[in-house]
């Protein structure tokens, strides 16, 4: 009877056939991954050139098999015709991979240094295929360090933007670190786009948050102050809605001596081509004003940068309060309860005052000066129709037998004022001017200087007080002596004006005055 073999040997004979399978199994793979290798140059830019409308050229490369990937350098989108200009440009193109993810068709992290893409007039599907094929189909990271996006004169900076998940038919989620040009500030982002509308890539959704800090108002000619914003946002890549809540703490406009606190709360809507704005609605607030507004902010055909067109109303405010954005003095000139209703045309560049153009209506109530030199005329001659008024009716009083009436307040009297304006070039034109106080209406018409701050309004007074109480000495004598002339029954008629300055205006007669009477 023969011997039974070692069992032993029947264990190398099983370990020798296994390992000679493996040895196949991995000789077979890397013959088929040499063989559909996806990071060869000649795949890597069939698939590249496949997403991507226009001529790719890429500078150097070099493949890596331990990660599995690739490095690319100058990378480069060319229009098919025309000039060289890049449409799309890349310093340097890292892609990392893992042998099992070839198999998922997956790439571990792409990460890309200096981007610049330059947005054509056709939008994002002017520079993307869509619904290609590819050898490797997802990107686990996506990260994109020092890129710029470039539309006309729109910049946008960004330090870094990161993609998760990005693939065909995905929802992509990012973060974006960027710098903004006007103003300059720092624009920080996360969210979510996606999935790619093939075809019409303009019209891919999105959504998020955001944060908008140390934003230089400097950056355009006459203001000052640093804003800071956060809000979110939703619509498309082409059209943004956005909406938060804004602030500048000492926010000022040049030549005014004041800094004012400003915050906001806004809707609007944005145009990713061009960075043109709609304003649905804003409601801002300073001291003790809310100041609501709408309109847009566009770039004109021929015209370089953005010009705003709003829609101002002011429903219940204080005339000092707007009074300071302009003013060189500490005190305003005037106080009272405000009320705007006007439309505001800014074009772009420097020189606000001169290139405001508005037009509007505004009325300020129970208003006074804050000089006591220009509001003792006021009082005086509000004194002096009330003693009139006084007069009368104790001599009623005493005639009908009745009891004196109770003395009334004769302190300076506040006034009402009423306005058409008109501002181009620096000026505004004021019509229809109504400025009354009790025992008096002034009715004119004038300009105001914004620049100079000068003040030339002139028109009728209409009163039943004494006008020699508002002037003394040979004015004083002048207007006795005048004073029966101008009378229509009980109601004098004199010339009126308003001059000097808006920080120092000079309220009172202009005996010097042509008009009829």
Known sequence: MPEPKPRKRTWRIWAIRAAAGIVVVIVSGVAVTAKHWPFSRDT????????????????????????PGYIAADVKVLP?????????????LVVRGSYYGLLRHTILKAKVVGL????????????????V?????????LEIDDSAWISGKLRFDAKQIVLRDVGPNRTVRFRASLVTDKPRGELKGEGQAGPWKSGTGGQTPIAGIFQYANADLATFANLHGILAARGNFQGTLTNVNVSGTLSVPDFRVARSVHAVALTAAYRASVNA????????????????????????????????????????????????DLLNYFSEEQTASMTGAVTLHAF??????????????????????????TSPSTQAPISALSASARAKEEKEDKADADKEGKAEKEEKDTGATASNL???????????????????????????????????????????????????????GFKALMLKVAAPFMKKRNTTVAPFAITGTSSDPRVGLDLSHKRKF
């Open 44 to 67: 890597v830019a069939r698939d590249l050139q496949g997403r991507v409308k226009g001529r790719l050229v890429i500078g150097r490369f070099h493949e890596t098999w331990f990660p």
């Open 80 to 92: 098919d015709k025309g000039n060289d200009n890049a449409l799309i440009s890349a310093r340097d």
């Open 273 to 320: 081509r061009n960075a043109d704005v709609a304003l649905d609605r804003v409601e801002a607030h300073v001291a003790h004003t809310t100041i609501l507004a709408n309109g847009r902010i566009d770039g004109q055909k021929g015209q370089e940068g953005k010009t705003a067109h709003i829609e101002l109303a002011v429903h219940k405010g204080r005339v000092e």
């Open 418 to 472: 009423r306005a058409h304006v008109l501002v181009r070039n620096g000026m505004a034109e004021l019509t229809g001017i109504s400025f009354e106080f009790p025992g008096a209406i002034a009715n004119m018409d004038g300009t105001f200087q914004l620049i100079s701050k000068q003040v030339d309004i002139h028109g009728d007074l209409r009163t039943t007080g004494s006008l020699s109480h508002t002037t003394s």
């Open 344 to 369: 505001a045309e800014v074009p772009p560049g420097p020189h606000f005052l001169r290139k405001l153009r508005l037009t509007g209506d505004f009325g300020v109530d129970s208003g006074k000066f």
């Open 133 to 141: 094929k590819s050898s490797s189909k997802n990107i686990d990271e």
């Open 116 to 131: 610049r893409l330059a947005m054509p007039a056709g939008g994002w599907d002017a520079l993307f295929v869509t619904g």
